[in-house]
C-alpha cells in the first residue's frame, strides 16, 4: 500500500517571500499521479497542480512550482511571491496510474498548515 | 460550468440514527469517489464509483454504503450512527477514468453526531 508523509505539520511565510512545503511518499509503482490539493477555511479542496511520474519536467502553475525526485519518492511544493490568499492547509497526495480496484483512489498525508504573515 | 455539489452542509443527528448525505458530480464527469476528513485522521477514503459501480471501498465498516446513480449522483448512507462518525465528508468528481487530471472536490457536508 502507498503511503504519503508530510513531515511540516505547520509551516508560516512572509507575504512575498517564497516557502517550500515537503511531501514524500512510498511506492513501488513506476507510474503514478502526484498532486498537491489546498483547503482554506472554507474546507473546499482546490488542486493547485498535479505531476505525472513519467514526465522528468517539473510542473509549474504560476506562482507555484513542484520538485518532483522520483528516485528519491520526494514531491515538494514551491509557492513564490506568498500572498495572504495562499493561507491554507496543503496536502499531498497520490493517485496510482494502475487500474485495480485498490488503485481507484487518492492517498493523502496529514497535510501541512501554511500561515503567511503580512 | 457549476462545480460538485453536495448536500446538506451541515448535519446534525443522534446517536443511532442514519444519515443520507448527497453528491452532484460536475457535469460528465462519472467518476465519483468519498473521503471522510478527521482531525486525528486525516483524510481517509471510503468508495470510488464509475459508472454506477463500486470499484473501490474503503477500510469502513459495513455501515457506511453508497451508489452512484445513472446521471452520476452518488448518495453514501450511514447507518446506526456513533459519535466516532462526526465528520466532514468530502466528494470528488473526475473526468477520467483514472483521476488522472485530478479531482474536482466538494465543499463537504458536515456530520455532528450527539
Known amino acids: 500500500a502507498q503511503t504519503v508523509t508530510q513531515s511540516q505539520p505547520e509551516m508560516s511565510v512572509q507575504e512575498a517571500e517564497t516557502v517550500t512545503l515537503s511531501c514524500t511518499y512510498d511506492t513501488s509503482e513506476s507510474d503514478y499521479y502526484l498532486f498537491w490539493y489546498k483547503q482554506p477555511p472554507s474546507r473546499q479542496m482546490i488542486l493547485v497542480i498535479r505531476?505525472?511520474?513519467?514526465?522528468?519536467q517539473n510542473a509549474t502553475e504560476n506562482r507555484f512550482s513542484v520538485n518532483f525526485q522520483k528516485a528519491a519518492k520526494s514531491f515538494s511544493l514551491k509557492i513564490s511571491d506568498s500572498q495572504l490568499g495562499d493561507a491554507a492547509m496543503y496536502f499531498c497526495a497520490y493517485r496510482s496510474a494502475y487500474s485495480g480496484g485498490s488503485n481507484y483512489k487518492l492517498t493523502f498525508g496529514k497535510g501541512t498548515l501554511l500561515t503567511v504573515n503580512p | 460550468k457549476a462545480g460538485v455539489t453536495q448536500t446538506p452542509r451541515y448535519l446534525i443527528k443522534t446517536r443511532g440514527q442514519q444519515v443520507t448525505l448527497s453528491c452532484s458530480p460536475i457535469s460528465g464527469h462519472r467518476s465519483v469517489s468519498w473521503y471522510q476528513q478527521t482531525p486525528g485522521q486525516g483524510l481517509q477514503f471510503l468508495f470510488e464509483?464509475?459508472?454506477?459501480?463500486?470499484?473501490n471501498k474503503g477500510n469502513f465498516p459495513g455501515r457506511f454504503s453508497g451508489r452512484q446513480f445513472s446521471n452520476s449522483r452518488s448518495e453514501m448512507n450511514v447507518s446506526t450512527l456513533e459519535l466516532g462518525d462526526s465528520a466532514l465528508y468530502l466528494c470528488a468528481s473526475s473526468l477520467g477514468s483514472m483521476g488522472e487530471i485530478g479531482y474536482t472536490f466538494g465543499s463537504g457536508t458536515r456530520l455532528t453526531v450527539v
Open positions: 464509483y464509475f459508472s454506477e459501480t463500486q470499484r
Open positions: 505531476q505525472e511520474a513519467y514526465k522528468q
